[in-house]
């Protein structure tokens, strides 16, 4: 399996988390962004769009039109929260649009590598992958814990596809 692309919508949070382990794995980014790249830690434009030139401007703001945009572009959805038995409104958003859209998804805790490796690669080939999960304003220091778990499961997985 490989991945063509990883996208997201750049929210604070996991979003944000997938953007910065696809760079820190040198796979190419993308994803809808609020227009004026705005997020709800840079709610004025340019938002985050000088640190994620790579991200598309949607005509508007609405997030969970942002949400479904990327869910329909990604050939598949991860889902990354901080416990499986406590969704938030965001997550719980996000499954409803790949069901809603008949997209493969993944929810997964941060805990499960293993699960999650099998379900990456399984995917087919080229796959862009969206990523999403809570807020930071939903779950403070979601950012800093998926960033460090997607980080070290990109890696793994580029490894695997090197070999």
């Not at 293993?114 to 403070?140: F, I, K, R």
């Amino acid at each position: 399996m490989t991945i063509k692309q990883l996208i997201s919508s750049g929210q604070a949070g996991v979003d944000r988390a997938a953007l910065e382990a696809g760079r820190l794995t040198n796979i190419p980014l993308g994803g809808w962004v609020a227009r004026g790249g705005v997020t709800e830690d840079h709610p004025a434009p340019p938002g985050i769009r000088p640190m994620y030139p790579e991200l598309w401007d949607a005509p508007w703001g609405h997030s969970s039109r942002l949400m479904e945009m990327n869910v329909r572009h990604g050939s598949a959805t991860l889902i990354v929260v901080r416990d499986l038995a406590r969704l938030t409104r965001s997550v719980n958003q996000a499954l409803t649009l790949c069901v809603k859209h008949d997209r493969p998804h993944y929810v997964t805790d941060m805990t499960d590598r293993p699960s999650v490796l099998d379900w990456l690669t399984e995917l087919p080939t080229d796959t862009v992958l969206n990523v999403t999960g809570p807020w930071e304003s939903e779950q403070p220091g979601i950012y800093v814990e998926a960033v460090v778990f997607l980080s070290s499961l990109l890696r793994e997985l580029v490894a695997g596809d090197e070999s």
